[in-house]
């Protein structure tokens, strides 16, 4: 209405009736619309409907569990808190009875605790019993498993620092990789963006530490710039997420360079492939990897999230459930003869049958083995069925042979214990033991994937996150340059956040500042824990890192990843202002 009668008014002539337009049939209308248009503004600021879910499902959700008698996993360590704090917190029973149980405790990997975990450790031992806690903020990369490294910097504020001890000598990684991390890292100068901890330097230890004229001194951190020229582009040209297996082939190639004597006769810096490990930040990426090792010839072996009865051994076990069912049917016994358990050809096979009609025995010697398999499976049971197939044709001998064989032997023997398992739990014959198995292909549970082949030799490839704790010789990192998309980029669905111990979800109207506001405090946290993450991937080696970097995103100007952050601050910067940080087309 407003700017309606304001129109109207410039359209006057001097000295015109400013009211005229306001007594027109229509103008009752005009501002009928203007209310509605303003409730229906407050109602979208309004508007919530994941709030108003979140407050109807909780109680039903509590009301459920207790008709079923049932306690999830979380529930076990938040109910006891909730106990425990509702009963006097210290002064509680509950917290009484576990102090009496324990002179004293140690908490180690405390960096990952949550708020109840810590509210029970607290009540029950501190300022009461030796409480020790052993923790890495830097290495709290477990949030989303709900870890929360504001438990941890809230629980140093309570001990008095004559009982607070840091560690200042490195026990993994030599003297030329320490030089380097004290470099990029800088003790104390605000690198992890956390009030609550900075890095610290660190020595290594004796047995680490370089000594004068022992040979030639190698780099702890080498950093690859990689740009379009790598995809046949131009120089400076941003790289892009989708080109996993063009990076992987780089670090396949660094590997093959590794582990190489040089053109000048020197002995290769790697003397076996079971020396690298390659840190990628997820499954896909380590697949791409995997991928183009094997490609130049070096065998790798990654961990996976697939399911061990979606591979090709549960296939081939399924079909020799299938001939035993079938007490040596022709067609169940021909599909599972020319299986790589048993080896026989297309070839072998035509001849086989051909021959069979004139008094040929391959055919009937294996026919009748499914038959005498199928008779003794009541009192024998699949296990020993199946290793006596396996003992006396020679099965895993052949399977080790075979391309990837330790990959589908691994397989292979897992398969076997899950069918045993399954077998001994529901008495199944062989047909529903087959059915079972291809059923269970299309269940998602990560206690079936796939186990990780022998490593003896070969390049390990982990997620960052798997690789927590341990150690490698000579790490490669070829997706540093890789940036993680911004949290609640498109600004749907629930933002959580965790601020000094506490955890909550955010479920403020989308237009609303608070939501905004909560994306901001996300985009920071997320940054804040792929430095962490950063430093995890850069702690694992004993000798060398190798990690590639360049100009990423769809216009490569920004140092927007947790390397870029570290690598492009001024020297005499402390903290980690984006702001701050030159663009990578800079001079």
Request: aromatic share 8%; net charge neutral.
């Amino acid at each position: 209405a407003a700017a309606l009668q304001s129109a109207f008014e410039g359209k006057l002539p001097k000295g015109g009736d400013k009211d005229e337009l306001q007594r027109q049939a229509f103008w009752p209308l005009i501002q009928a619309l203007d209310t509605f248009i303003e409730q229906a503004i407050a109602f979208w600021r309004g508007f919530a409907p994941l709030a108003d879910f979140a407050v109807t499902v909780r109680p039903r959700f509590e009301a459920e569990i207790q008709r079923r008698r049932v306690l999830t996993f979380d529930a076990m360590l938040s109910r006891l808190a909730e106990k425990v704090e509702a009963e006097g917190g210290a002064a509680s029973p509950v917290a009484q009875r576990i102090r009496e149980r324990y002179d004293a405790v140690l908490v180690d990997e405390f960096q990952d605790t949550d708020a109840s975990q810590w509210s029970v450790l607290k009540a029950a031992f501190l300022g009461q019993k030796r409480l020790i806690l052993i923790g890495d903020p830097k290495q709290a990369i477990y949030a989303f498993r709900g870890a929360d490294v504001h438990v941890y910097t809230a629980a140093a504020k309570e001990v008095a620092p004559p009982h607070c001890r840091t560690m200042s000598v490195n026990y993994r990684s030599d003297q030329s990789v320490l030089d380097a991390l004290n470099t990029l890292w800088r003790a104390d100068s605000g690198a992890f963006g956390d009030p609550g901890f900075d890095y610290v330097a660190v020595t290594p230890s004796d047995d680490k530490k370089r000594v004068a004229g022992e040979g030639a001194v190698w780099p702890g951190l080498e950093i690859r710039w990689v740009d379009g020229r790598t995809f046949k582009g131009s120089e400076g040209q941003p790289i892009g997420s989708k080109r996993p297996a063009e990076l992987a082939r780089l670090a396949a190639a660094e590997a093959v360079a590794s582990l190489s004597p040089s053109a000048d006769g020197a002995a290769a810096r790697v003397d076996q492939a079971s020396g690298l490990a390659v840190l990628v930040n997820s499954h896909a990426q380590a697949a791409a990897v995997q991928r183009a090792l094997r490609e130049v010839g070096v065998p790798a072996v990654a961990a996976t999230r697939n399911t061990v009865f979606a591979t090709e051994a549960a296939r081939w076990l399924a079909l020799w459930l299938d001939a035993v069912a079938a007490g040596g049917r022709d067609r169940e016994s021909r599909a599972a003869v020319v299986t790589p358990l048993f080896g026989w050809t297309a070839d072998a096979l035509a001849w086989a049958l051909a021959s069979a009609d004139q008094g040929g025995q391959p055919w009937q010697m294996w026919t009748a083995r499914l038959h005498e398999a199928a008779a003794r499976w009541p009192r024998w049971g699949f296990a020993r069925v199946f290793d006596r197939e396996m003992l006396d044709l020679g099965v895993l001998p052949r399977v080790l042979a075979m391309p990837d064989g330790e990959r589908h032997a691994t397989d292979l023997r897992h398969l076997f214990e899950l069918v045993h398992a399954e077998e001994r739990a529901t008495r199944a014959g062989p047909a529903v033991l087959a059915a079972w198995m291809r059923t269970e292909a299309e269940v998602a549970d990560q206690a079936r994937a796939q186990r990780l082949e022998s490593d003896a030799q070969a390049v390990r490839i982990e997620t960052v996150h798997a690789s927590k704790g341990l150690q490698y010789g000579h790490v490669l990192l070829p997706f540093t340059w890789d940036a993680r998309a911004a949290a609640n980029g498109n600004n749907k669905g629930p933002i959580l956040l965790r601020t000094e111990g506490k955890t909550r979800i955010d479920l403020s109207p989308t237009t609303s500042p608070a939501r905004q506001d909560a994306i901001n405090a996300a985009h920071q946290e997320a940054r804040r824990e792929d430095l962490r993450k950063l430093y995890v991937a850069l702690t694992r080696a004993e000798h060398r890192n190798v990690a590639w970097y360049g100009p990423i995103g769809k216009n490569g100007k920004t140092a927007a990843t947790a390397m870029g952050r570290l690598l492009l601050r001024a020297s005499t910067t402390n903290g980690l202002d984006d702001a701050d940080l030159p663009k990578l087309d800079d001079d």
